[in-house]
């Protein structure tokens, strides 16, 4: 099969379909997304080495006898040990020995076919077709910010960035029914927010005034420094990008107004996948471009454009 790898240089393989372990299924992938942290891979986030991409959505081809054979899924990235503490009290997301579909010692979704434990598995209801189903993974992620930072109907709540993840965010965020203002570069992504009842700002003309919470997902820590200067006393910032640098923090800035700084990863599927099958969150706008798998080198370039929102790869064989 004909996948995307990353050896220092992504590059286009042909290689063995891979086989399912003790407990895995197979997964014939429909479509995948390239998200920032591919990007971040592309600059050697955790040395990564494989088969890129995480965020897919597709059917399960094997094994034959697999309760889960013909039913179209997506799957949760993190592959823990199983038998550590932390993966015994349900956090195999954190498991020191954990594998991350595409991220970290796993090959990802960027292929025809991926391998995956079948407890990492959801169904994807019949309603949800696959080019909203293939968003579950970050919308699951924009859902892990209020599970971090309760969002009560009071707060007034900053989002920095209006690249794909930090739209997903103030969507969900503006669900909970507080004011939420969203800060960036592009007047035509900041346009995709308003309908929901989101406040958009140029992060330039930003109004004065402190915020309950800050959300940093802009990817830069530019962004991070506005989130700092706009969170107030005792407030939150909560931290999705994921730098691949080093980046000066003067800890003065969170010791003396005491700010709580939050990271924030992946989030939940079954949340996710009900927003999606409810009608709530409809994420076709964040869709800038498909590209067939066999162009992946061409979908990573334009996923690399400024102003590009999603980017999707068909990664069915003869496509
Ligand atoms: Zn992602
Ligand atoms: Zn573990």
Request: a neutral charge; charged letters at 20%; proline letters at 9%.
């Amino acid at each position: 099969m004909l996948a995307l790898y990353f050896d220092g240089q992504p590059a286009l393989k042909d290689l063995p379909r891979p086989a399912p372990g003790d407990g895995e299924v197979l997964v014939r992938v429909h479509l995948a997304g390239i998200c920032g942290t591919d990007l971040a891979v592309l600059k050697g986030y955790h040395n990564f080495r494989g088969i890129m991409g995480h965020e897919f959505v597709g059917e399960v081809a094997g094994p034959a006898d697999s309760p889960w054979l013909g039913q179209r899924v997506v799957g949760e990235i993190n592959i823990g040990c199983e038998t550590c503490e932390r993966c015994r009290a349900g956090l195999a997301r954190h498991c020191r020995q954990r594998r991350v579909l595409g991220l970290l010692n796993h090959d990802g979704a960027f292929a025809p076919y991926l391998t995956l434990p079948a407890a990492n598995l959801h169904a994807v209801p019949p309603e949800v077709p696959d080019v909203w189903a293939v968003f579950t993974e970050p919308l699951a992620a924009a859902l892990r910010v209020p599970e971090l930072a309760p969002v009560s109907p009071a707060a007034r709540v900053l989002v920095v960035g209006d690249g794909s993840l930090g739209l997903q965010i103030a969507w969900v965020l503006a669900l909970s029914g507080a004011e939420i203002h969203l800060a960036g570069h592009h007047p035509e992504h900041l346009a995709l927010a308003r309908p929901r009842g989101v406040a958009t700002f140029l992060a330039a003309d930003l109004p004065a005034g402190d915020y309950d919470i800050v959300v940093e997902a802009s990817g830069s820590p530019s962004g991070l420094e506005l989130a700092l200067t706009r969170v107030r006393p005792l407030g939150t910032v909560v931290l999705k990008s994921t730098y691949t640098n080093r980046y000066p923090l003067e800890p003065s800035a969170l010791v003396v107004p005491e700010v709580r700084l939050v990271g924030s990863r992946c989030g939940p599927f079954a949340g996710a996948l009900r927003l999606l099958k409810d009608g709530r969150i409809d994420p076709r706008p964040l869709i800038s471009r498909t590209f067939p798998l066999a162009r992946g080198l061409e979908a990573l370039d334009w996923a690399r454009r400024p102003g590009v929102l999603k980017v999707h790869l068909d990664c069915r064989e003869g496509n």
